[in-house]
């Protein structure tokens, strides 16, 4: 695991998106892990600008988003599908049914969870993930007790990951309970995981992820087991380290 500490903003967006820029010049074709939250909005800024710079396209890329909400509507403006569109994919070059995401809003999420495994193998496997890490250790919404080996599947939000994501809502009670998320597993499987924290609220989970034991207690461990992870922190994320 390489852990790059830097403390501006542009500074860690412009590695992870020179990462994901250098692939697609080697193979245009990549397979891209988009990731939601606020630690990858400013990687998706770097990446729009050098898109309209003409230094990269993702004409040929395809993209699976990590996790989504269930029962939230397709268009709901808070549906991941909709932030990726919104943050990353309407403001590149992607083709059209190039990028997908969980289809939370089914009345069968288990077969939903299967399709969707299935279409990230039928692709080739995700070549680079981006990854945030909750305050709780949580990876996607892998929330503590995950099993490391966990597949795609429906899990049950904590009361601390609703209240974490009820800034992105009117009011907590509209969070939703449920969601779809990439298991442990799935994420593992990635060829290169690209992990980005900053600010004091993360540095417990990041010293966990990097120093602790590796355990469901804190799910971002297990990127311990991974070949090749890069975490790239502030230096108020990386405080307890
Ligand atoms: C959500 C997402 C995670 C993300 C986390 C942290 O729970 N499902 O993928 O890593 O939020 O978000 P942020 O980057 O906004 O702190």
Known sequence: MEVVILPTTAARAGLAAAAITDLLRRKPSAVLGLATGSSPLPVYDALVDAHQAGQVSFAAARAFTLDEYVGLPAGHPEAYRQVIDRELVGRVDFADGAVHGPNGDTDDVPAACGQYEQAIAAAGG????????????????????????????????????RQDNARFFDRVDDVPHHVITQGLGTISEARHLVLLASGAAKAAAVAAMVEGPVSASCPASVLQLHPHVTVLLDPEAAGLL
């Open 126 to 161: 995700v070549d680079l993930q981006l990854l945030g890490i909750g305050t709780d250790g949580h990876l996607a919404f892998n929330e503590p007790g995950s099993s490391l080996a966990s597949r795609t599947r429906v899990k049950t939000l904590t009361a601390q990951t």
